[in-house]
Nanobody, 126 residues
Framework: QVQLVESGGGLVQAGGSLRVSCAAS????????VGWFRQAPGKEREFVAT????????YYADSVKGRFTISRDNAKNMMYLQMNSLKPEDTAVYYC???????????????????WGQGTQVTVSS
């Protein structure tokens, strides 16, 4: 079992930066790929980014590529999402997710992630 807790959300102006963090408990965190998803009001949850177990391979949604960076620190049981050049359309609740099946099939499908945090709100003002 893995428990995930996000932090670091908030209000930022367009063009600004924000880093959200995810603290994991459980000895198996480093064994799983992890990812970030987001959900805006009235919209479905969507994939943002994912990183493999060692942290050497990453994938991003086209909408955030070049602006967001996902990373992890297995020694600290932490994962991060650095968000730069934020846009109002990035406004959403951001969730971290993990699980052994995360990269089986398609890494961008939320149904492949077994463990989820409670989410942290990111609001980008124009």
């Amino acid at each position: 079992q893995v428990q995930l807790v996000e932090s670091g959300g908030g209000l930022v102006q367009a063009g600004g930066s924000l880093r959200v963090s995810c603290a994991a408990s459980g000895r198996t965190f480093s064994s799983y790929p992890v990812g970030w998803f987001r959900q805006a009001p009235g919209k479905e949850r969507e994939f943002v980014a994912t990183i493999n177990r060692s942290g050497g391979i990453t994938y991003y949604a086209d909408s955030v590529k070049g602006r967001f960076t996902i990373s992890r620190d297995n020694a600290k049981n932490m994962m991060y999402l650095q968000m730069n050049s934020l846009k109002p359309e990035d406004t959403a609740v951001y969730y971290c997710a993990a699980g052994p099946r995360a990269w089986i099939g398609t890494y961008s499908s939320s149904i492949n992630y077994d463990y989820w945090g409670q989410g942290t709100q990111v609001t980008v003002s124009s």
